[in-house]
C-alpha cells in the first residue's frame, strides 16, 4: 500500500481510499482502491464534489479503524474557505458506511450543492494484480438501477450475480447519469449562518452465493463501537509483559487487527465459523498455511482460533484427486476464493491444494490444540481427517516412496508449494532454480512434528498403540534420513532443499530455524544453526533474512531471498528457545519488537533485508500486506518464546 492508501477492515471486508476518502478506482502503487467483498470490487468509484469541484484536503485520512479527513473547497489565501467538509468512513461485514457534514464558515445564508459519485464495477481481484492477465467474461452485463432513496449496482454473468446499493440519508434531491456508467447522487444544502447540514450514505454489497442477512451499520461510530468492543473481547484476559512495554503493545496491536481479519467459513457438519484471513489487501480469505500457523501462535493466549480453523479445514479437506487444483485425498486447502474468476474456474483458486506443509502443519495445531486445552472430543472427531492426513503425507506426499515431502511446479499456480512461494524463492547459493520434483526443508520438519503429535494423539484419544508405534517409526526414520541427506558438512548448515535428483540446494536459507521449532535436528547441530542465524550475514538487526547476504542470490528487495518475514523469525525465535539458546532467542524477539515500535506497534507482512547498522529505520518491503495474519500473531509467539525479558 501506498501512503495515498488507507486501508479498512472488517471481517472479508475491506476498503482503500485516498487521502481525502475518494476511490478512483485507478490503480496506484500495490493495490487499487475501492470496497472489496468476497474478492471482488463492489466500488470502484466514490468521489465527493461540492460546487462540481473535488475539495481539498486540509487534514488527510490517518491510520485507524476509521477513516476520517477534513476537506474545504479550493481557493487561495484571499479567499478563505466559504464551509468546512468533516467527512468519516468505516467498513462493517458487507458494507460501508459514510457520514458528511458540511459547515458554513459564513455569517450570511449559503447554498451548497454536493455530490458523490458512485460505481461499481464487479472486478475480479485477480484481474487487479500486477501480472497483466485477461480473462473473457462472455455474457456479462452491468445494470443500474435509480431508487426511492439512492442507487443499485448489479452484475451478471450466466447464473452469477452479485450486486451493491447505496442508500443515503436525507434522500438526494436527484440520481444522475454521468456517460461512464457511474451515478451522480446529489443535494442542495441550504445552510444557516455558520450551520451545519449532515448526510449519511449506506453502501450494501452482496456477493454471488453470499446468503447472510447483513445490515449496514447505522454510522461509522457504530462501527467503530463495534471494533473497538470485538478488540477488547480479543485483548481481555491476556497477561502482557509489564517489564517490557513494548513487547505489550505489539501483542495488543496484534490482537486488536486479529480482530478485525476474522472471515466466516464452515465447519464439516455446517456450523459457521470465524477463521483468521491471511491478510489484506490480496488475502482476505483463508489460507490453510496461514490460518494454522497464526493459530499456532495464538494458541496459549486464544485457543478458540484454533478451535475454528481445525474444523474449517477439516471441511475442505481433499477427498479426491483434481490436477487442476492439485488436490489429492487428504491434503489440506492451501487457498480458498470466492470470486467470479475462481466460480467459473479461470484461475484454479477456487479450492487450491497447491501447498506441500499444509497438511502436516494441520496435524501439529490439532495435537497442540489437545494438549494444551484437553479437548479430547475434537481430537476425537477430527480423527478421520487426521489419519486422511497422514495417509496424504505418507502416500501422494511422498514420504513412503522419496522419503521426504515432495512437490511439484504447478504451471496454472505455484511454481513452489512451500512458505516461500515465489517463483525462484528456492535456489542454490548462486541463484539458480531447482529443478524437478522439490524437497524443501522446513517441510520436512513439519512432518517430523506431524507425525510426533499424532503417534501422541493416537495413543492418548483415539487408544491405538499400533498406528502411534507406526508414526514414531516414521518419524525416527525421517530424522535419520534427513541429517544424512540434507546436512552440508562444508557448511555446517543443512540444505534449503533437495532437487529432483537428490541434490543439495545449497542456500543459506532462514528455513532451518524452522527445524528448530520442529525439532528435527540433533541437539549439536541444532544449537550450530541457532548460532548461525545470529552472524551478520543473516541478522540483519531487524531480524533474520530469508537468505543470508553475501550469496549471490540475495537481494534485500526479493520477496524470498533476503527480506525479513516476521512470522518467520517469530518460528525461529521459538526454535531457539527450543534448544535452549535462550540468549539468541531473545535478540531475534528485540529486534522484531524494536521494528513494531517504529511502526506503531503492527509488524508487517515483510521488511527490506538492509541492515540496522546502515538504516536506523526498518525499510518497508513494497508490496507488504499491511494486516497479516501470522505477523499479527507474531509477537505472541516472541511472548511465549522469551516471557517479558
Known sequence: MTDRHHLLVHGGTFAAVGDGGDISGVRNGSSPDGLFVRDARHLSRWQLTVDGAVPETLSPVAHGDTARCVLVPRGGRLEPPAYTIFREQAVSDGAFVESLRVTSNRPVPTTVRLAVTADADFTDQFELRSDHRTYAKIGATRSRQVLDDGVEFTYRRGAWRSCTTVTAEPVPDGVEETGTGARRLVWTLDLEPHGSAELTLRVMARPHGDRRALRVPRSPAAVNEQLLALEGEFVEGVAFPTGWPELAA??????????SLQVPATGPDGEDLRVPAAGAPWFLTMLGRDALLTSLFALPYRPRLAAATLPALAATQATETDPESVAQPGKIVHEVRHGELAHFGQVPFGRYYGSVDATPLFLVLLGAYVEHTGDTELARRLEPHARAAIGWMLDHGGLTSRGYLVYRADQGGLSN??????????????????????????????AYDALRRTAWLAR??????????????????????????????????????????????DALASDAGHLLWSGLLDKEYGEEVGRRLLAPDFFSGWGVRTLASGQSAYHPLSYHRGSVWPHDNALISLGLARYGLHDEARTVAHALVDAATVTGHRLPEVLAGYGRDTHAEPVPYPHACVRESRSAAAPLALLTAVGGA
Request: hydrophobic residues 45%.
Open 250 to 259: 505489539a501483542c495488543a496491536r496484534g490482537l486488536a487487527d486479529l480482530a
Open 417 to 446: 508449494q512451500n512458505w516461500k512461494d515465489s517463483p525462484g524463492a528456492i535456489c542454490s547459493a548462486d541463484g539458480t532454480r531447482a529443478s524437478g520434483p522439490v524437497m524443501a526443508a522446513g517441510a520436512q520438519g513439519y
Open 460 to 505: 492418548t484419544a483415539w487408544e491405538d498403540a499400533t498406528y502411534a508405534a507406526l508414526l514414531e517409526q516414521a518419524a525416527a526414520d525421517l530424522r535419520d534420513r534427513f541429517q544424512r541427506d540434507f546436512w552440508m558438512p562444508d557448511r555446517s548448515f543443512p540444505a534449503l532443499a533437495l532437487d529432483g535428483e537428490g541434490r543439495q540446494v
